[in-house]
């Protein structure tokens, strides 16, 4: 079955600089790869997403970008700020029937003001 | 509009009890998950259902059982809780076909002594 690493599980940052976080996944078949937020005691929250016949994609200061060959996927947030805080997931599925989610470890970013 | 419910938001079990966690949505979505969430782990699918009347196990489905008699609700149930089974669930849903958002209830936290 599918197995999604990510990397770093911690990370701090100075506001205003970048975040970056990365993943790999291990089934080829996959073609749907979103981002989650997770703020403490919240549910977790879409914020973006990929799908495998793309290799980037931008909202905002938030973008992601796909590499199909190596199996890799990047979350990037530019100018970060302290509500950006939290701890993110990544995932990946097949999007044909039920969307079964395979979920990173997740990563707590920290921004320092 | 609510979007997904769950009920109760905590619960403390002793092993061996009972019970159901209850998943409601109002977004007339086909589809519907359960997730657990462990310290220091992504979420790790249970069972999920593709529509009314049908389940189907995902990752870690041991030791739950789940029911899906009306299109809105998604029921998890506990037969013999362990202390293993300790953590906080989350329930999902999403439209039916490709590759759509998954929006999550707020968790449910559960103990079991």
């Known amino acids: 079955g599918e197995n999604v690493e990510q990397h770093p599980s911690t990370l701090s940052v100075q506001e205003g600089d970048s975040a970056v976080i990365k993943c790999t996944y291990s089934?080829?078949?996959?073609?749907?790869f979103p981002w989650y937020k997770q703020e403490l005691g919240k549910r977790p929250q879409l914020i973006i997403d990929?799908?495998?016949?793309?290799g980037e994609k931008k909202d905002q200061r938030i973008a992601v970008t796909l590499n199909k060959t190596a199996k890799h996927f990047s979350l990037h947030i530019t100018e970060t700020q302290p509500e950006d805080s939290a701890v993110y997931f990544c995932?990946?599925?097949?999007?044909?029937?039920?969307?079964?989610?395979?979920f990173g470890q997740g990563t707590r970013l920290t921004i320092n003001p | 509009n609510a979007g997904v419910t769950q009920t109760p938001k905590f619960r403390v079990l002793k092993t061996g009890q009972s019970m159901t966690l209850l998943c409601a949505q109002d977004?007339?979505?086909?589809?519907m998950y359960w997730y657990r969430q462990d310290p220091g782990m992504g979420l790790r699918l249970i069972h999920y259902?593709?529509?009314?009347?049908?389940?189907a196990k995902g990752e870690v489905p041991d030791g739950y059982n789940v029911s899906r008699l009306k299109k809105q609700n998604f029921l998890l149930g506990l037969e013999s809780a362990a202390p293993s089974q300790t953590s906080v669930y989350f329930c999902?849903?999403?439209?039916?076909?490709?590759?759509?958002?998954?929006?999550f209830g707020p968790g449910t936290r559960l103990t079991v002594t």
């Open positions: 999902a849903s999403t439209k039916a076909g490709g590759a759509n958002e998954q929006y």
């Open positions: 089934d080829s078949a996959s073609n749907y």
């Open positions: 990929i799908r495998s016949n793309v």
């Open positions: 995932a990946a599925s097949k999007s044909q029937g039920a969307q079964k989610l395979v």
């Open positions: 977004m007339n979505h086909e589809y």
């Open positions: 259902s593709v529509g009314e009347g049908t389940t």
